[in-house]
């Protein structure tokens, strides 16, 4: 290793002191000034000169040490900077503010229970410091210990009621914990004292709108747009491998990124999209390495995809789900792109019109199909307003309901499997892996994990663990051949599929989009962790591989 060179800032009028101290002073002297690699050079300088003499203060060691490991994590230099702390502790445990730096340099690499033992030890010292309590928050909100997060700061919060970061943190750990009003009161209050906090803005339109509340919701989104047309977000550890754009329907349907994001080795710049705006793609696309087009819902963003196509193709760059291919997965679309893949039943599906004629008649010479068929509101999702009905004239009843929206009539397929039980399978596709990602079993058609007794059923949980762990075993050669030729016509990178299997085998189709949701919430159905994991590590090595120019066309 080459020796550090003495480096001089402007003249030292107080040349006093020892070798060692007068370092310290220039190189503090030349950080002021900006000038970071000469000031590590003195700093080092100092620390040698101290060792050669062997007499120099622990004062001044430890503050050399600090100061060092300071710069070094300013710059970057994360290994410099660690050794240093390490060594000021060593030589002065009673430093207090080193200790949070330590922690925070634990924070940036993203090591979030080591920088919480970090902080604590801060805070063994100066119980009220309160760099060490606010910056342990959020890694404490990293590593998921919401409930102590809160009671932090809510001291805190007491402590400084006008300062809008910590009510901004405290609403994202009260919607952690499920307590969805006091959040938005707490982004709330955020807002009122900082008026230009988009993101808080942005978290208000998102919590209002899971209430109901569209109206503000929307009037949030467009705010926050207004202030901030990019939202942005480090990585988790830095420095970060590529920056990426996430293009994002502030009013409908998004690929969940709560789980897939989470320690993201990515810089985020989030666009919310709206359809009266124009948007300036050299400014956009500086510094971006990959667009991921989060807008995932075709009938409820309609208006929006092709504002989405025509700027990723400006943009011209690596497209994670280009939002051409995402027009494609409407209900209807789907029915239409998917038919005639052998082993596979793909039901035929019409969409009518809002005010179209509903009467039983009219629905006689307009279905398609002569089958039992299910019915809901286009754009909806789950098993909300959605019927399967016996005969036009149950139909008819149902559609009368809401006149004034569009709806999707779909061919009944019977999935019931021979123990009378039906099996909805889901997998999700990445990249050019299909992965399974859960199985419900139910005695009802309308099947939701949630609405099973499968958290009482151990049979159950053991056959979706063994289709989790060894889907082949469950879905032969024919069957995962009719799922490739699914991917290959959907043509995104990312997607989920909902499916059955009929009495003959055969693959039947229930839903194809990029919406469904991948979390790793698995409380009682830890069985589940590891199928997930494997999409989060098949979604981070895609990403990886679009940014850097080579994913295949």
């Known amino acids: 290793m080459q020796t550090?060179?003495?480096?001089?800032?402007?003249?030292?009028?107080?040349?006093?002191?020892?070798i060692a101290q007068q370092q310290l002073r220039?190189?503090?002297?030349?950080?002021?000034?900006?000038?970071?690699?000469?000031?590590?050079?003195?700093?080092?300088?100092?620390?040698?000169?101290?060792?050669?003499a062997g007499t120099e203060s622990t004062e001044t060691l430890s503050e050399l040490h600090a100061k060092l490991g300071n710069v070094a994590a300013a710059s970057g230099d994360f290994e410099l900077a660690s050794v240093n702390y390490h060594a000021a502790l060593t030589i002065a445990p009673h430093l207090t503010n080193c200790w949070c730096s330590f922690g925070d340099l634990y924070l940036r690499c993203g090591q979030h229970q080591r920088a919480?033992?970090?902080?604590?030890?801060?805070?063994?010292?100066n119980p009220r410091h309160w760099a060490a309590r606010a910056n342990m928050v959020q890694a404490l909100m990293a590593a998921k210990q919401y409930l102590i997060a809160k009671a932090i700061l809510i001291e805190l919060k007491g402590e400084r009621p006008q300062d809008a970061r910590i009510h901004h943190l405290l609403g994202k750990t009260l919607f952690e914990l499920n307590e969805i009003a006091p959040a938005i009161a707490s982004f709330q209050e955020a807002v009122a004292l900082n008026p230009q906090d988009a993101e808080s803005i942005n978290w208000i339109g998102a919590l209002k709108q899971t209430t109901g509340d569209d109206e503000a919701a929307q009037a949030a989104y467009a705010e926050a747009a207004r202030i901030q047309p990019l939202i942005s977000r480090p990585a988790a550890k830095q420095p970060a491998d590529f920056r990426?754009?996430?293009?994002?329907?502030?009013?409908?349907?998004?690929?969940?990124?709560?789980?897939?994001?989470?320690?993201?080795?990515?810089?985020?710049?989030?666009?919310?999209?709206?359809?009266?705006?124009?948007?300036d793609t050299a400014t956009l696309g500086r510094n971006i390495q990959l667009v991921i087009n989060l807008v995932s819902d075709a009938d409820q963003t309609e208006a929006l995809l092709p504002l989405a196509a025509e700027l990723v193709d400006r943009l011209g760059l690596p497209t994670l789900n280009h939002p051409r291919r995402v027009q494609q997965t409407t209900r209807d679309a789907v029915a239409h792109l998917l038919q005639g893949i052998p082993g596979c039943r793909v039901p035929q599906a019409l969409r009518l019109k809002a005010g179209a004629d509903c009467s039983e008649a009219a629905l006689k010479a307009m279905l398609p199909f002569s089958s039992v068929a299910l019915a809901r509101p286009v754009g909806t999702h789950g098993g909300d307003d959605f019927e399967k009905v016996e005969d036009v004239a149950a139909l008819a009843a149902f559609l009368s309901q809401r006149p004034d929206h569009d709806h999707y009539l779909i061919e009944y397929i019977d999935y019931l499997s021979a123990d009378g039980n039906f099996r909805k399978y889901r997998f999700i596709f990445v990249d050019d892996q299909i992965l399974p990602y859960h199985l419900c079993i139910g005695r009802d058609w309308k099947l939701h994990h949630i609405n099973t007794d499968m958290a009482h059923q151990p049979w159950m949980q053991q056959e979706e663990a063994a289709f989790l762990d060894d889907s082949a075993a469950v879905f032969g050669p024919a069957q995962f051949e009719a799922l490739h030729e699914i991917r290959r016509r959907v043509g995104l990178d990312y997607f989920g599929i909902d499916c059955g299997l009929d009495a003959s085998g055969n693959v039947v189709v229930f839903e194809v989009n990029a919406s469904m949701l991948v979390h790793a919430r698995n409380e009682g159905f830890l069985y589940k962790t590891p199928a997930v994991e494997r999409v989060k590590r098949a979604y981070d090595a895609m990403l990886r591989k679009l940014a850097a120019g080579t994913a295949s066309n």
């Open 244 to 279: 990426v754009l996430a293009l994002y329907a502030p009013f409908g349907g998004n690929t969940p990124t709560e789980y897939l994001f989470q320690d993201a080795f990515f810089d985020t710049d989030t666009l919310s999209l709206f359809a009266s705006r124009e948007y």
């Open 116 to 125: 919480i033992d970090l902080y604590l030890q801060a805070l063994k010292l």
């Open 4 to 18: 550090p060179q003495p480096v001089s800032a402007s003249p030292d009028p107080d040349a006093t002191g020892s």
């Open 26 to 52: 220039i190189g503090l002297a030349l950080y002021r000034e900006g000038k970071a690699a000469d000031a590590i050079a003195a700093f080092q300088h100092g620390l040698l000169e101290a060792e050669k």
